[in-house]
């Protein structure tokens, strides 16, 4: 009798060992979630409000008082969330005057990294 009970014991710790190791393992094998797509109008909006006037359009010829296009922009090396977001934290001149609320500028990122995959195709 106290043998059953100790495989019992030994049975229900090993399946939950199991069950952990599985939902431990579940973030690994998840394909990233898709785009807050509110998120990215919101973030297409503040582009449109702030930012359009200083990068060029798809389209118009890149002039040394214009800044590049976004298409060129989320194409660069190691272009990722990290990135974007530590750049949009410092001061660069001219967009240093422009300064955006934290939530607008996590609106920003989500635009560029849905447009990286639009363009990119990441």
């Not at 590049?68 to 240093?96: C, N, Q, T």
Request: glycine share 4%.
């Amino acid at each position: 009798m106290a043998i059953n009970k100790m495989s019992g014991k030994v049975a229900a710790t090993a399946l939950i060992a199991v069950r952990v190791m599985v939902l431990t393992a579940l973030p690994l094998t998840a394909t990233p979630a898709p785009a807050d797509q509110a998120a990215v109008k919101r973030g297409q909006a503040v582009v449109d409000e702030w930012c359009r006037d200083c990068h060029v359009r798809e389209g118009e010829k890149l002039t040394a008082d214009m800044a590049p296009p976004y298409s060129i922009i989320v194409k660069g090396d190691k272009r990722d969330r990290a990135w974007f977001e530590a750049f949009l934290a410092a001061d660069h001149f001219p967009m240093a005057t422009f300064r955006l609320f934290d939530h607008e500028k996590t609106d920003v990122v989500e635009w560029l990294l849905d447009l990286q995959k639009r363009e990119v195709g990441n």
